[in-house]
């Protein structure tokens, strides 16, 4: 195994790596296809596979993809573990069924986008509805700021963007842009009008093969807030503090809460890992997004906001669009070893962790 081969260039590659590791090891694969194609024209699915164990009665989901292009960080997470033996071996002696779910989001995976083929983010659409959904006044204000009519924005948009911040600050800049809204299809972090396909996608999977485990655990590989190659683990279960103290004791004291105010997210909901308590309620569950720093949030929000310009100017020219691409790709995935090495370590670490957790005492 190297750096090289478990982190791909692009979408495609990562696809035909995880399906051949997969089927190396035997385990249960399924594809499950969506009706786009990517940027190098190549089929969109979203590929799960099984390694079973024997009398398993604890299962560890490892997901990836769930924001498009953080699938690069992700899949090569899933591919190190596919050809970790001494990993598996231990999942295996422990009683613990492995899960990997491959690119939940293949659109944005390809075309280097955060968000799927409708602009959604993922992660703000598990809510009921048509609602009552999540309000963020804070948004709408700022919208007409972040979407520009000209990409590069002028010195005048940055002006103005930067007076919001020093008049409010830097945390209420973040919780109004990221936290989720519901208003503007065409905006930052919007979480849509109807449960997406990918969302779909997900409650099949789970309900297909969750069903039956007493106990589950869940890492949902991300990339984009904190520092460079830091890997935060993010609470992504309910707010319950046993379930906080669970996750603690699988993964440490540093398991982030966001709604305590402690991570580098801002406090969000509708995040789909969130669902797996409605899809298999009998189950316990331990939960949580392995977030790893890439650039500093202002630079991350600014490759979005050239996304969302790209997406409401298609007739961009193929130069300026080539750049929007690499800018977010840049910003969520960083393509040197000293990162990649730190991330494959740190996500090593939690997948052995949680198999830990899940062992029966
Ligand atoms: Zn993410």
Redesign the pocket.
């Known amino acids: 195994m190297t750096l090289d081969s478990c982190f791909s260039q692009n979408y495609a590659q990562a696809r035909e790596r995880f399906l051949a590791a997969a089927r190396r090891r035997e385990a249960h694969l399924e594809s499950h296809k969506l009706d786009r194609t990517g940027v190098l024209g190549e089929e969109l699915s979203t590929d799960i596979a099984l390694v079973r164990a024997p009398d398993a009665k604890g299962l560890l989901i490892i997901s990836s993809a769930?924001?498009g292009v953080?699938g690069f960080c992700g899949s090569a997470c899933q591919l190190a573990l596919l050809d970790d033996e001494d990993l598996l071996k231990r999942a295996r002696d422990a009683g613990v069924a492995l899960l990997l779910i491959h690119a939940i989001n293949p659109y944005g995976f390809s075309w280097c986008s955060r968000t799927n083929e409708e602009n959604v983010d993922l992660?703000r659409n598990a809510q009921p509805f048509p609602g009552p959904l999540p309000e963020n006044p804070g948004y709408a204000e700022l919208h007409p700021l972040l979407l520009p009519a000209v990409w590069p924005p002028n010195a005048e948009n940055r002006k103005a963007i930067a007076a919001y911040v020093e008049q409010r600050g830097p945390i209420a800049f973040r919780d109004a842009v990221s936290r989720g809204q519901y208003t503007h299809p065409g905006g930052l972090f919007f979480g849509g009008d109807r449960a997406t396909w990918s969302r779909r996608t997900l409650e099949h999977a789970l309900r297909s093969h969750g069903a039956g485990f007493a106990d589950i655990g869940w890492i949902d590989v991300?990339?984009?807030l904190g520092p460079a190659g830091h890997g935060e683990k993010i609470f992504a279960g309910r707010r319950d503090p046993e379930e906080i103290a669970r996750a603690r004791r699988w993964w440490g004291l540093d398991v982030a809460v966001p709604f305590a105010g402690t991570s580098a997210s801002a406090d969000i909901t509708g995040h789909l890992t969130s669902n797996a308590q409605a899809v298999c309620p009998d189950a316990r569950h331990t939960l949580m997004a392995l977030?790893f720093g890439t650039v500093p949030f202002e630079t991350m929000i600014d490759a979005l906001r050239g996304e969302a310009w790209l997406r409401a100017h298609p007739d961009a020219s193929t130069d300026l669009a080539d750049l929007i691409r690499l800018q977010v790709r840049n910003a969520f995935y960083f393509d040197q070893d000293a990162w990649k090495g730190m991330v494959l370590g740190q996500s090593r670490l939690a997948i052995l962790q949680a198999i830990a957790g899940l062992k029966p005492d």
């Open positions: 769930m924001h953080e992660n991300h990339t984009g977030e």
